[in-house]
């Protein structure tokens, strides 16, 4: 068994690699989303939602650029074309969206599916013993579980 520079089996971390781009992917899709939501949102909660998808984007930015760096971390390249993006990607591209309610409901269905490849990367990394991103992972999931009960709430879900 072969190990990279910070000493992880190199096989396991092509696999990891290319989950966490395809994570990524996701994640990109889900911004861009988020930013149209924002720019878009019209109605009585106008000011409220135009915050609260503010906050979204920047934090999901935040995420892209962590996820982007680990797969540099662990000696791999991370995607950076929106045409790879659009194909991989799960989290459908939301067009025109400017009711809040729609917008809300496809936040929490996006969350669904960046969590449920977060536990699967979870897994994946404890396997590689890749604590960087059994870290990272188990940060976001804690985090987004508690904004979606949010965004549930606001449905009245």
Do not use: C
Not at 30 to 58: C, P, Q, S, T
Not at 127 to 138: F, K, N, P, R, Y
């Amino acid at each position: 068994m072969s190990k990279n520079f910070i000493g992880l089996d190199t096989e396991k971390t092509q696999s990891l690699a290319n989950a966490l781009n395809d994570l990524l992917s996701n994640y990109q899709i889900f911004y861009m989303n988020v930013r149209g939501y924002h720019w878009n949102i019209k109605g009585d909660n106008f000011f409220e939602l135009h915050a609260k998808f503010e906050e979204l984007y920047d934090d999901l930015l935040l995420k892209i650029d962590e996820i982007a760096e680990r797969v540099l971390t662990l000696g791999h390249r991370p995607a950076h074309a929106y045409s790879t993006y659009i194909e991989k990607s799960e989290v459908p591209e939301r067009k025109d969206v400017a009711d809040g309610k729609d917008a809300v409901e496809n936040i929490v269905d996006s969350f669904a599916k960046l969590i449920g490849k977060q536990r699967e990367l979870l897994h994946l990394a404890g396997d590689a013993d890749d604590e960087g991103t059994v870290a990272l992972m188990s940060d976001y999931i804690s985090q987004q579980e508690k904004t979606v009960w949010m965004y549930r709430s606001y449905l009245g879900q």
